[in-house]
């Protein structure tokens, strides 16, 4: 796998009606990397994550995963393929427990890992609850044990942390570390909550109108006068 990224996207173009949502942004994220994605509100991170994922076509430019052209998979080819993602609102079925649904997801896994993710997130205690009987922080940890059905080796998450209190975005930002460390998963990861970003990312991609403003370590990022005119504010 030398010289290829885990994930990488080149010259991608997504519009909506009139305008560029993403608008030839390269993005290539190295094997094992925490790779954030911050900007604005409409700045582009979902269509971004959409787009790498599948979900949206593109209208041009390439997708690769391990150097190879995944542009003509499916959302499901892609997962088969070792790419998963999670979504900015919950997308849980609320009357199903929380194995069913795990169990759901990992029926077209090739590794239907449900008892190991239960307990990496902390989730084996609340088993045969139903999901819209947990917490909100419990809710948002079984959308990541979905993405992580099968472990992925690239993983798309978009505002994993939204909604949740400071305590439990830090917590969940730990956990998220650490497992994609053990298991060497690569991770996109949109998020708002700045210490989130700041305190897991190895490096950070900036957006701004569909375009990439800044690319950096947290440092750099946090030291950028554009970033932060654009952005960060006093955010950082
Ligand atoms: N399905 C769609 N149809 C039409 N316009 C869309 C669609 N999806 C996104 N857009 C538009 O594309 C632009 C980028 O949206 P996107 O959701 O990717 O931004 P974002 O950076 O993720 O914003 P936020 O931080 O608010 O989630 C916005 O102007 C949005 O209204």
Redesign the pocket.
């Known amino acids: 796998m030398n010289g290829t990224y885990a994930i990488e996207g080149t010259a991608l173009t997504r519009p909506?009606?009139g305008?560029f949502?993403?608008n030839k942004v390269d993005i290539a994220v190295p094997h094992g990397e925490i790779r954030g994605l911050i900007?604005?509100?409409?700045?582009?991170?979902?269509?971004?994550?959409?787009v790498l994922s599948g979900r949206?076509a593109v209208w041009s430019g390439q997708v690769r995963m391990d150097g190879r052209d995944i542009g003509a998979m499916s959302v499901q080819e892609r997962r088969r393929h070792g790419m998963a993602r999670s979504f900015?609102k919950t997308n849980i079925f609320p009357e199903l427990s929380v194995r069913e649904q795990l169990d759901l997801a990992a029926r077209q896994a090739e590794k239907p890992n449900v008892e190991e993710v239960m307990d990496e997130l902390g989730l084996s205690g609340l088993a045969d609850a139903k999901a819209r009987d947990i917490a909100y922080g419990e809710q948002r940890r079984l959308d990541l044990a979905l993405a992580l059905i099968g472990r992925p080796r690239v993983l798309l998450l978009?505002?994993p942390a939204a909604g949740l209190s400071m305590r439990e975005s830090l917590n969940l930002a730990t956990l998220l570390r650490d497992l994609a460390q053990r298991w060497r998963v690569t991770v996109l990861i949109?998020e708002?909550d700045m210490e989130v970003v700041f305190s897991i990312c190895d490096r950070i991609t900036v957006?701004q109108l569909?375009r990439i403003l800044a690319e950096g370590t947290p440092d750099e990022i946090r030291r950028s006068a554009d970033v932060v005119t654009a952005y960060l504010g006093s955010a950082a």
């Open positions: 909506y009606g305008f949502a993403v900007g604005p509100n409409g700045a582009g991170k979902s269509t971004l994550i959409d949206a900015q978009d505002e949109v708002h957006l569909g």
